[in-house]
Structures are given as C-alpha cells and as structure tokens.
C-alpha cells in the first residue's frame, strides 16, 4: 500500500475532536483505571521506567503527569558540543535548507515561511541554512531541552491540522510539518538566531513551554504571538524549555554556516537528548 492511501482515512477523521477528548481522558485522574492504563503503555511501548525520577507506576496520579515524567538525575548527561540533540526520539530529515525550502520526505518540501506561520522575515535569516526534523514516538521522554544556550526573543502559535506525525504520514502527507498545530520559538544565540518548533499532532493534548505554561488549549484560529525582547527569558544549554502532553515532533532552524552536524547522523537513527548534534560550522 503506498503511503499516500495509507495516510487517506486521517483526512476524515474527526482529528480535532479525538484530540480534545484525548486530552481531557489523559488529564484525568481515575485512581487504579488510570494505573491500569499506564501499565499497559508502558508493556505495549516498552517505556523504561528504570531511567525516571519516579518509576513508581501506580505513584502517577494522571496519565499526563506520567507522561511527563522527569528523568533522573544524570540519565542525560550533556555532551561536550556546541549544539546537543535537544530530544529523545529519531532523526527525522536534517540538513540543508534549499533557498527557502524544508525537505520532508521523498517528493515533499514546504517553505521556512509557511513552517513560522507566515513571517518572511523571520524566515528570510535561514535562507540557505541548516534544519533538523526529530520524531518523538510514544515510548520516548517527552521533555524538550535546548540545544544551545539562548535568549527567548518570540513564541508564535500557529493553529493547523492534527495529523498523525508518524514516519508513513510525513511521507504521505504533503507539507505536513506546516499544515499541523505549533508552536514556533524564536531565539538569539552566541551561534546567531535559531527557530525551535514544537508541532502538534493527532491526540497531542497540548503543548507547554516552561516560560509560559500551556499554549494550547486553548486553540485559537488565528496566529497568536508573545514578544519577549525586554524579557530575561535566558536559558542555557540542555536547560528544559517545554513538553509535549502526547507525543509529537520538534523541527529546528539555524541560519548558514552555523552548524555543521554530528557526522554519524542519518535519517531514522535513534537519539537521546544530549548527544551531539554537531558543532559550529
């Protein structure tokens, strides 16, 4: 079956509807039912607890709050690199933007415009740069880090689509990455600019950074946008900047001849956050 038929029923499924009620289900707090279920994920997705701060299952009182769950200490340690992998997950695609064009998958490109919600300038600064694209699938840490240190400047909400984000529907689904729910972070760094995207999917609850809270719910129809230039929203490298509450995906933007990537990356090769993803260019 190609992977356009594969990915037809997502155009007709109630996406924003089961995504809601996800959300409220996953926010719940059903005392043995929710251990239940968490239970199972854990064997269906074989989700190691041995690495959480609190691997006590039935200690978690939502599924959400397991979801979420803080890794113990030193499970992740920093690489010494300038730029570490910000996730844990798989390496999507990675490497260079074509002019203003974002490769997806075989036969797929969207623009840095369309992925920032329609801001030319903003995505004028990574003409010719460099992009990372990481899956986070849902036996996966679901803590999003920095992978540098960088001073917050903008956050934009972009509303969109909820389609699933899994490897078959970003080769299935044209522009996936910029028809989809995000949220879209804007930073200065000592290595210049760089956009980290945070993007929605089908059953994604919400997305959160830690500066601001839950972005979403609510969900707007319109591009919402946070300025926070006169604000001392610094963080350094590794540092937690948001999280997903269900699994999805982070797509990265730096401007030319600023990173030049870990070498022994490849398309649907495992990371873990800390690792290196490359050094200056």
Same mark, same amino acid.
């Given at each position: ?13 109630? %996406? ?7 959300? %409220? ?57 300038? @730029? ?46 460099? @992009? ?104 350094? %490298? ?17 401007? %030319? ?25």
């Amino acid at each position: 079956m190609s992977d356009r038929l594969a990915v037809l029923p997502q155009y007709f499924l109630p %996406k924003q509807a089961l995504t809601v009620i996800a959300g %409220k289900l996953a926010s719940r707090q059903a005392g043995s039912l929710t251990t239940s279920v968490i239970r199972w994920f854990v064997g269906r997705y074989k989700v190691n607890m041995a690495e959480a701060a609190n691997p006590d299952i039935a200690s978690y009182k939502s599924f959400n709050e397991f979801f979420t769950r803080p890794l113990k200490a030193g499970a992740r340690p920093l690489a010494d690199a300038d @730029f570490v992998c910000p996730v844990d997950g798989a390496i999507s695609q990675f490497g260079a933007i074509e002019q203003d064009q974002i490769f997806q998958a075989k036969g797929h490109s969207y623009s840095t415009t369309a992925l920032v919600g329609g801001d030319s300038e903003l995505a004028k600064q990574f003409d010719n740069g460099s @992009f990372a694209t990481l899956y986070l699938s849902p036996r996966d840490y679901h803590r999003i880090h920095m992978p540098c240190a960088g001073k917050l400047t903008r956050m934009i909400y972009v509303p969109g689509e909820l389609f699933s984000v899994n490897p078959t529907t970003a080769r299935g689904v044209p522009g996936l990455f910029a028809r989809n729910e995000r949220v879209v972070c804007v930073f200065e760094s000592a290595f210049g600019p760089f956009v980290l995207t945070l993007v929605g999917a089908t059953i994604v609850g919400s997305m959160a950074t830690v500066w601001h809270g839950l972005v979403n719910p609510p969900r707007s129809r319109e591009v919402r946008e946070w300025r926070y230039e006169d604000a001392a929203v610094n963080l350094e %490298k590794g540092q937690e900047m948001g999280r997903f509450l269900l699994g999805s995906t982070v797509v990265m933007l730096f401007p %030319k001849n600023s990173l030049a990537f870990n070498t022994i990356w490849a398309p649907a090769a495992p990371v873990r956050m800390g690792e290196v993803m490359g050094g200056k260019h």
